[in-house]
């Protein structure tokens, strides 16, 4: 079969579902590479590169396999025709999701969203890859806005004290900002409402914020809050929050609008000059002031809500993710023919829509 990779084209996106790092293991699978022209400039990857590694450069609409980072706009998915497999970040729980076009084109997609947060399919957890991406950088920008230092300094012109930096919501997002903030010298603490990250906050040596709420989900995701169990928590964050030099929050419910944990109150109660980094942005956002997308200063504080950060660091993030997606690839080819076997819990969980005779 052929794969074809093609260039994104949404605003600001720079990321490429391939890098040829990853091609000689797939051709030695039996499948043949066509790679959009620029694809990978926004990644800074050259054409060369793709044909050094054992790519061609043509069009990629036509393969057998269309690979994609973002989801497809209308005028992607009229490229697609029957037969065609996509495989991508579908966004099958956002209301404007393309999968029904997708559905009536008769294209097999594949959403890497909807892959299952088992071991098996750790290797292909393109979620989980971005999210470490995202929480990386959120500290950066975070420091970055800060009007403090985040290391303790001791010099002669003075002592700094080391900043405060509080991260809502522990998954992968979050625990990668607790590491980095405690890399960077800042004083991290995590909070989240599954008990069962404690250890992991611990682990990486910050503090574990206990608020007595207990709203551990299905499949290790948190469930959403009864409406008192909110009002106790935007309470109980709002006197903790107060202490804080910088906030980063990154708290989801799977298809739910984003928890608000940080009130208009709250970000009252911050010292000027402190910062709130919401990477809720897409889903409405964690903080009550945030406007998706923009940075803005409230109250004296700066609120930071950065669409899409894992394009920002388009280099590792497309190694990382081209890495998710060979492997959930390689899954689907058998003796070098597409065969996806839906009976694999990876492939039936991944697919949102295919063909059945
Ligand atoms: P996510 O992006 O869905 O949510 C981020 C965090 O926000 C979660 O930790 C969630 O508990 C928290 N949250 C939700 N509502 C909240 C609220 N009201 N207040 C505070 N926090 C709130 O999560 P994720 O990063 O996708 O990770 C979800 C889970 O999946 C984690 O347990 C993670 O360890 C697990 N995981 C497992 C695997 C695997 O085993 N293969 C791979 C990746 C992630």
Known sequence: PTIGVVRETNDGERRVAIVPKTIPSLIAKGVDIIVEADAGSGALIPDELFVDAGATIGDPWSADVVVKVAPPNESEVAKLSKGQTLIGFLAPRNADNKIDALRDAGVQAFAVEAIPRISRAQVMDALSSQANVAGYKAVLLAASESTRFFPMLTTAAGTVKPATVLILGVGVAGLQ???????????????????????????????????????????????ELTDDERAKQQQALENAIKGFDVVITTALVPGRPAPRLVTAAAVEGMKPGSVVVDLAGETGGNCELTEPGKTVVKHGVTIASPLNLPATMPEHASELYSKNVSALLELMLVDGKLAPDFEDQVLADSCVTREVS
């Open 177 to 223: 900002a607790l590491a980095t903030a405690k890399r960077l010298g800042g004083r991290p603490t995590g909070y989240d409402v599954r008990p069962e990250v404690a250890d992991q906050v611990r682990s990486v040596g910050a503090q574990w914020l206990d608020l007595g709420i207990d709203a551990a989900g299905e499949g290790g995701y948190a469930r």
